[in-house]
């Protein structure tokens, strides 16, 4: 027996629900029925799929074309009987394997999180009796009953609602709890309109209701959204199809190179086992056996980088993914916005006001737009954190404002919320709403506690969906009595006779004329600003009366204004943005909240260049096919009122248009979109633990502003990366030629594989890896972010290791040859190369700190690690060639002081040849942009090809 998922529910009538579930809404099932649904249906639990065991998720970390490489060398150096260098071969591969398992999220993470969100309890009625289970023991059918601070437990269909509040921002991304109310709705509302439904992992926050059991399990919308996880794909980031391309052609290129090499000698009538070792030589040269290492290793320096700056990094490839992100898709509420309502602007008297600050701290400024700074309202803070207020704009008139503060008292004191300080965060106890009213009211001057001693509270009217307002009565001494009603504005407006005035008609002051449209024109302005406006008025009953009915307020009142709110967007998100946008990053807002408010949230942090943001609600996106939604997706800056699937369909739309595309979210609702993305960022303090588990990096401030900083810190990861590359392919190129060389001339072998090994190995860990740490090169974020399908090694990069390799082709070969010719022995001569190899990699090291600036513009103490390695790769390198051991283990010999002069000289020509190179290319590109952009008076710097 599995009940459909609950959007079949909402448009029902209670009691037709009732009936096909076969319950009671005052008695619910007995006993007995209870069990039998539960032998039916199940536990009310999330299935936990499981992915791929321990064990074969360790495997699958050998699984990718660098390591085949890396294994293909191990298992050389063994045919070989290399032990040591086997030894270290495999090492690497065993320490790679085991950094990405530790690293790499377990696939059914998110949807545990999902489970412990549903472990509560309920209080049901069975048997006509009330009695709190486990919400595990749920089953459909259930009648369950609600009060504020309670977490749905399932699915529900309420039958009963009484001021019945729920904050399901976390499931629809809205940001204020939604009214709840028994009375079905159209069947085609979307999630976040379906009042008459209460959603599993959703908190009451006021009131009280009951609702019979629809969905449990994975028939609820969480679990709906479980299985949307599962689904979605877990996608390459650009770095590992890059390498894994890179390396697929490697692997080829070498198998290749190697059976020529090997086929050649044969032809030429060299001996079979001469030729076989030197096909080994050269694949074993060929490959970049430090190259997973560093990777691995430069994505680790950039996530203890990134933590530095709040990003926690959990999967390491999402470093560099960062760094090519050519779009962010963002959530507002929570992400881009404070997720705390703020009042914003106060109409009262015919006068508007602006009030500044955002959240629940009690601090800002009440200012009226008509005053200038000098009148400003509010511009000290008290010892309490309470902004008191020092003027009111209204002529010359220093003292506050008696309609301004009878308006923000009717907010205090018609409040059933408070706002308190808690670790020194301020945070509401109740209704966002109300934690907004309190707020302004502090701001304005007033105390609670003493508002409250002064008109003590007799009688409450609570919120109801279907009155709109709420409305409290007060003790004014003397006898007197006092009613203030806060609501919506056509509830409050029908109720109101008069207005108030500027001055306080209570006190003896005479009402203005009440002009509806005046007001309705007012609304409708700070509406399309996407502010939530509530109207208040005041009234007085017959002294003595102590119970508030309705009737009592009727008709009669005095309009007192408006107070109109929004959830306000982070001042360091409007920042982040722009940086963004002048990064070349596109960011679009996805989210669950109105369009009206979404285009003003996304006109306020600056999503769009010029006008109203292009809005999409989720209707307009049902009515979209996929083709169409592809071409509306690069131009559209907002979706609003979108569902999950439809999330995850956006991400899906960018990809095929060739995005790297990062999602930020912080609820529950936003995990498949999450997991989706090239990149998901969750929100730490906010973020709900599905939405962590799903996301590839976590924000510890909850700050959008934390993600510029990513990204800068992904392109200097990538650069680095670049830079490695760039410095090691030379190295494995020229120990390649040096072999093709040999056997295509029919000359001994002037590197063996094991001194291959040596300089592979010795000069990745001490020299190349030493790049990681190199610091970030100004304007990185000035840049536009790299095309996803440029490869990593350019046009450029490809042409420099073809020079380099070259030019050790020409030393090592040259040398060792001279060396022969001078009568030295094969040993000497063979060390005499290799000590090329590795001082001309020592002096091109230098070079590749910047790949185009000249190495003279680069501080020489900015990396420190780079000359701790090269020294500890000359006393290395010392050791090899003198050393007794080391002699007989790598066959190496003892150099003549006078022997080491052509070697450094190999590596001073290298290193100014590649320096000459850089030169070139900058004057080139230079005077390419002064053909494009003449400009008079304009000269080269011959140091860094710019105009000054």
């Given at each position: 027996m599995r009940h459909g998922i609950s959007e079949n529910w909402h448009h029902l009538p209670a009691d037709e629900v009732l009936d096909l579930l076969q319950t009671d809404a005052t008695k619910g099932l007995d006993l007995f029925e209870v069990k039998r649904r539960q032998e039916r249906c199940g536990p009310n639990v999330l299935t936990v799929r499981r992915g791929p065991g321990r064990?074969?998720?360790f495997l699958l970390q050998?699984?990718?074309?660098?390591?085949?490489?890396?294994?293909?060398?191990?298992?050389?150096?063994?045919?070989?009987?290399?032990?040591?260098?086997?030894?270290?071969?495999?090492?690497v591969v065993v320490v790679n394997a085991i950094v990405g398992y530790l690293q790499e999220a377990k696939a059914?993470?998110?949807?545990?999180?999902?489970?412990?969100?549903?472990?509560?309890?309920?209080v049901v009625v069975r048997g006509g009796e009330q009695a709190r289970v486990p919400a595990t023991e749920l089953v459909p059918g259930d009648v369950v009953l609600l009060q504020a601070g309670d977490k749905v437990p399932a699915d529900l269909r309420l039958i009963r609602a009484r001021d019945l509040q729920i904050d399901e921002s976390a499931l629809t991304g809205e940001s204020l709890p939604v009214g709840k109310t028994p009375e079905p709705v159209a069947h085609d509302q979307v999630l976040a309109e379906r009042t008459s439904m209460a959603y599993a992992s959703s908190l009451v926050t006021h009131g009280t209701g009951a609702g019979v059991v629809v969905a449990i399990g994975d028939d609820t919308e969480v679990g709906r959204i479980s299985e949307l996880i599962s689904a979605a794909e877990d996608l390459e980031t650009p770095l590992t199809k890059k390498i894994a391309a890179f390396s697929t052609i490697l692997l080829i290129a070498i198998l290749a190179l190697s059976g020529v090499t090997f086929v050649v000698g044969l032809v030429r009538g060299e001996a079979l086992v001469a030729m076989f070792k030197a096909a080994v030589a050269l694949a074993v040269g060929a490959i970049p056996e430090g190259l997973p290492a560093a990777v691995t290793i430069t994505l680790a320096i950039g996530v203890g980088r990134m933590a530095k700056r709040r990003a926690i990094v959990r999967k390491l490839p999402a470093v560099e993914t960062l760094g090519s992100t050519t779009v962010i898709c963002t959530d507002k509420t929570g992400t881009l916005t404070e997720n705390q309502m703020t009042v914003q602007r106060i109409v009262v008297g015919g006068l508007r006001y602006v009030v500044s600050g955002t959240g629940y701290a009690p601090v800002g400024r009440i200012v009226a737009e008509s005053a200038s700074h000098e009148k400003a309202m509010g511009d000290t803070v008290a010892e309490d954190g309470r902004a008191a207020v020092e003027a009111v704009a209204h002529g010359q008139d220093e003292r506050p404002s008696p309609a301004l503060l009878e308006v923000l008292r009717a907010g205090l004191l018609c409040n059933d919320s408070r706002v308190v300080e808690e670790d020194g965060r301020w945070v509401v106890h109740g209704d966002p709403t109300e934690g907004a009213l309190e707020t302004a009211a502090l701001k304005g001057g007033l105390d609670r506690d003493q508002e409250e001693a002064r008109l003590p509270r007799l009688d409450v009217i609570p919120f109801q969906s279907e009155d709109q307002y709420m409305a409290t009565l007060h003790d004014a001494g003397d006898g007197r009595r006092i009613v203030y009603l806060k609501g919506a504005v056509e509830k409050v407006l029908e109720r109101c006779d008069t207005a108030m005035s500027d001055g306080l008609p209570f006190e003896g002051g005479r009402p203005d004329e009440l002009d509806h449209d005046a007001v309705h024109a007012t609304v409708d302005e700070l509406a399309a600003d996407g502010l939530r406006v509530l109207a208040f008025a005041r009234g007085e009953l017959p002294a003595g009366r102590d119970r508030l009915s309705h009737e009592d307020i009727s008709g009669g009142l005095v309009f007192l204004g408006l107070q109109a709110m929004i959830d306000p967007p982070r001042p360091e998100a409007i920042t982040a943005v722009a940086a963004c946008r002048a990064a070349g990053i596109v960011v679009k807002m996805i989210t669950g909240d109105h369009g009206v408010t979404a285009a003003a949230i996304a006109r306020q942090i600056g999503l769009s260049d010029e006008g109203d943001p292009v809005v999409?609600?989720?209707?307009?996106?049902?009515?979209?096919?996929?083709?169409?939604l592809i071409e509306r997706v690069e131009d559209t800056a907002v979706f609003a009122r979108v569902t999950p699937e439809q999330k995850l369909r956006l991400v899906e739309a960018l990809q095929s248009r060739g995005h790297v595309v990062a999602m930020t979210g912080d609820g529950v609702n936003d995990a498949p979109a999450l997991k989706q993305a090239d990149i998901g960022v969750a929100m730490g303090i906010s973020g709900t633990d599905v939405a962590k588990e799903a996301a590839d990096m976590v924000l510890t401030d909850d700050n959008f502003a934390s993600i510029e900083a990513a990204v800068e810190e992904g392109r200097g990861v990538f650069d680095n990366l670049t830079k490695f590359i760039a410095w090691t392919l030379p190295t494995n190129l020229g120990e390649g030629l040096v072999v093709l060389a040999a056997v295509f001339l029919g000359t001994t072998l002037p590197i063996l594989p094991v001194q291959i090994l040596w300089i592979n190995m010795t000069t990745a860990v001490l020299l190349g890896l030493m790049l990681a740490f190199e610091p970030k090169e100004e304007g990185i974020m000035a840049r536009p972010p790299r095309r996803p399908d440029t490869p990593i090694l350019t046009n450029k990069i490809v042409q420099r290791i073809v020079l380099v390799g070259a030019l050790l082709l020409v030393a090592a070969y040259g040398l060792f040859e001279w060396a022969g010719q001078r009568g030295l022995s094969d040993?000497?001569?063979?060390?005499?190369?290799?000590?090329?190899?590795?001082?001309?990699?020592?002096?091109?090291?230098f070079n590749c700190r910047s790949l185009t600036k000249s190495i003279f513009r680069v501080h020489p103490f900015s990396n420190r690690w780079v000359l701790g390695g090269v020294a500890l790769m000359i006393a290395l390198q010392m050791l090899y060639t003198y050393a007794p051991f080391m002699n007989t283990a790598f066959s190496s010999a003892s150099l003549e002081a006078w022997m080491w002069v052509p070697i450094l000289a190999a590596g001073a020509v290298a290193f100014v040849v590649v320096e000459a190179e850089k030169w070139v290319r900058r004057v080139v590109a230079a005077r390419r942009r002064l053909r494009t952009a003449p400009d008079a008076g304009v000269s080269l710097d011959p140091a860094d090809g710019k105009r000054s």
């Open positions: 064990f074969k998720r050998f699984h990718q074309p660098l390591i085949y490489i890396l294994l293909v060398a191990g298992a050389v150096t063994l045919f070989l009987r290399e032990w040591v260098d086997a030894g270290v071969i495999f090492g059914v993470a998110a949807i545990e999180a999902l489970a412990k969100s549903m472990t509560t309890e309920a999409l609600t989720g209707r307009d996106l049902e009515e979209l096919t996929d083709r169409e040993d000497v001569a063979r060390t005499i190369a290799v000590n090329v190899f590795v001082f001309v990699e020592l002096m091109y090291l």
